[in-house]
């Protein structure tokens, strides 16, 4: 479906709207320390780049997004495509899991630390160490 046109006398006033809104953002962003407030400040980001994407294409098009830039819809698909590739050989109560992980950790990643102590009683960051070890048989 197409959004509705833009009426050409509201053009102006909702261009003007939607650079206050960038500029409302990159003010937020800029006084969002990084090493005071780094989980805010990722989820503001992340909420800023893609409220400008959905305004800035509707404005330059007056459509909806396409799918391959449209967050939501590009969750749902890695979802489906997780299902039919993986999913298809797990049981139901297996899958239903994996959804419920999937869908916390695409929609609400800030839950995800919450997420890792609760299942998995982890409390502190997860740090991965690659260890590379062979045998050389002197001769």
């Known amino acids: 479906?197409?959004?509705?046109?833009?009426?050409?006398?509201?053009?102006?006033?909702?261009?003007?709207?939607?650079?206050?809104?960038?500029?409302?953002?990159?003010?937020?962003?800029?006084?969002?320390?990084?090493?005071?407030?780094?989980?805010?400040r990722?989820?503001?980001?992340?909420?800023?780049?893609?409220?400008?994407?959905?305004?800035?294409?509707?404005?330059?098009?007056?459509?909806?997004?396409?799918l391959n830039i449209n967050v939501i819809e590009s969750a749902f698909s890695r979802i489906a495509n997780r299902i039919k590739n993986v999913g298809k050989r797990w049981s139901d109560q297996g899958l239903l899991a994996w959804l419920m992980l999937a869908f916390r950790k695409i929609f609400k990643p800030e839950l995800w630390d919450e997420l890792w102590d609760q299942y998995l009683k982890i409390n502190q960051k997860l740090e991965l160490v690659l260890c590379h070890a062979e045998y050389v048989w002197l001769q």
């Not at 709207?17 to 780094?38: A, C, H, I, S």
């Not at 992340?46 to 994407?53: A, D, F, I, P, W």
């Open 1 to 40: 479906d197409r959004l509705e046109e833009i009426d050409p006398a509201d053009i102006q006033t909702i261009h003007d709207k939607v650079e206050n809104t960038r500029k409302g953002f990159e003010d937020l962003l800029e006084t969002l320390d990084q090493k005071k407030y780094p989980k805010a």
């Open 42 to 66: 990722t989820y503001v980001n992340n909420l800023y780049r893609h409220t400008m994407t959905f305004l800035d294409y509707w404005l330059e098009t007056q459509q909806w997004l396409p």
